[in-house]
């Protein structure tokens, strides 16, 4: 069965505390792997799509990177306004679902001042 | 540019009633998605809109109808709410072709059901 799994569940560093959050994978073949980040009754925003392994995608304080198996977003920095929670989300190749997403639970991320 | 539209924003229902839930996007995708957001557990594809016209069941279907109005709307129907479908209930599109795009999520609709 096809699963996405992140880790830790929640995570809580000071200001300019750099650290990663991971998001493992096992599908029969991917097609892409997407970042969410999501406020607080809002709906998920896109961050970024990495493709292929060895593949790395950054956007101000995050980079995200790819291998076989997982992915990680790499804060560099963070700010309070970086709190969230992150969403990692994977598509299949042959999947159906029009390339509906494949979800997992998520990491809420708390940046204290 | 708005984006994924939805609407109502909040809605309190009781067990039996019906109610459709709105969705437009003004983004020219042709694939639209709905999704359930519950509380411990990650977003989970109710059904989804392939292109204009089409329609076909995700990983929860059970208890809910869709209807592809146009290629902007794609809207979803409780016919007899349960409270089981207390959540948070997303709609998202997509621009796709080969596939790997991202989907846009509009915020969400807060579905009660006593």
């Known amino acids: 069965e096809d699963q996405v799994t992140q880790s830790p569940e929640a995570l809580r560093l000071q200001e300019g505390e750099s650290s990663s959050l991971n998001c493992s994978y096992t599908?029969?073949?991917?097609?892409?792997l997407f970042w969410y980040r999501q406020d607080p009754g809002k709906g998920p925003e896109f961050l970024f799509t990495l493709y292929s392994a060895g593949e790395e995608k950054e956007k101000e304080r995050l980079k995200a990177t790819l291998t076989k198996k997982e992915s990680f977003l790499h804060i560099t920095a963070p700010k309070p306004e970086d709190s969230a929670t992150y969403l990692c989300a994977v598509q299949m190749i042959n999947g159906g679902g029009a390339d509906g997403l494949t979800f997992g639970k998520g990491t809420h991320l708390i940046i204290q001042p | 540019n708005a984006g994924v539209t939805q609407t109502p924003k909040f809605q309190v229902l009781k067990t039996g009633q019906s109610m459709t839930l709105q969705c437009a996007q003004d983004m020219n995708h042709n694939s639209m998605y709905w999704y359930r957001q519950d509380p411990g557990m990650g977003l989970r594809l109710i059904y989804y809109?392939?292109?204009?016209?089409?329609?076909d069941k995700g990983e929860v279907p059970n208890g809910y109808n869709v209807s592809r109005l146009n290629k902007r709307e794609f809207s979803l129907r409780l016919e007899s709410a349960a409270p089981s479908q207390t959540s948070v209930y997303f709609c998202?599109?997509?621009?796709?072709?080969?596939?790997?795009?991202?989907?846009?999520f509009g915020d969400g609709t807060r579905l009660s059901i006593l």
């Open positions: 809109s392939a292109s204009e016209g089409t329609t």
């Open positions: 599908v029969s073949g991917l097609r892409g």
């Open positions: 998202a599109s997509s621009f796709v072709i080969l596939g790997g795009q991202p989907q846009h």
